[in-house]
Structure formats: C-alpha cells, structure tokens
Nanobody, 124 residues
Framework: QLQASGGGLVQPGGSLRLSCAAS????????IGWFRQAPGKEREGVSC????????YYVDSVKDRFTIYRDNAKNTVYLQMDSLKPEDTAVYYC???????????????????WGQGTLVTVSS
C-alpha cells in the first residue's frame, strides 16, 4: 500500500513537500513516479525516480522547481515542490513500478501500485 501525503493550500511562490510512504512492501526494488490530475484534465506524469535514486526525470513544466528524492531506509519517496504556480494545482498521486534494474519511466501503464492522492492547491 502507498500513502501520499503533504498536500495543502499554498500561495504562489510557496513550497510544499509531498511524501509517498509504503507499507507492506519495501520500495528498494521499485521506481516511484509522481503523477497529477488537474480539474478537467487528464492525469500527467510529473517526476519519477529509479529504485536506487540514481536516475530522475521531470516533466518540462516542473524542471528546476521540483525535486524528487528517496530515503529507502524510511521506505519513503519525497517530492519537494518550490516556486509553486497556480497551474500546479492538482491531485498528486504516487505510484510504484517494480524495477530493480535502476531505470524509471513516466509511462503510467507500467506502474502497479497507486496511492490515494493528495490535493495541492496553489492560490492567493
């Protein structure tokens, strides 16, 4: 089971840190992706990280603002979101893909486990 948390209301330019914690299994062999779905829009990939943390990817719209990292000892992956914009408003989901080989992708169909989502609202 994956549990996403850390969402909330923040002003433009502010920061939030999302957490994705796993229970019942270890994330050591899993790539983790963060996805988001804004009202009236399709879900899109935001960022992903390989099981070792050695590879990370970001969608262009969040590059240089968001940072994904993981603490395997805590079985948790984080998404640090800085310089938030109103267009970042969405429900954010984390997902896990069994991938011990050290790669990661933002292809949704490869992700097996999904968290329940956490709402991020960026508004003044």
């Amino acid at each position: 089971q994956l549990q996403a948390s850390g969402g909330g209301l923040v002003q433009p330019g502010g920061s939030l840190r999302l957490s994705c914690a796993a229970s019942g299994f270890t994330l050591d062999y899993y790539a983790i992706g963060w996805f988001r779905q804004a009202p009236g829009k399709e879900r899109e990939g935001v960022s992903c990280i390989s099981n070792s943390g050695g590879a990370t990817y970001y969608v262009d719209s969040v590059k240089d603002r968001f940072t994904i990292y993981r603490d395997n000892a805590k079985n948790t992956v984080y998404l640090q979101m800085d310089s938030l914009k109103p267009e970042d408003t969405a429900v954010y989901y984390c997902a896990a893909e069994y991938q011990p080989g050290g790669s990661a992708t933002m292809l949704e169909s490869l992700y097996e486990y999904w968290g329940q989502g956490t709402l991020v609202t960026v508004s003044s």
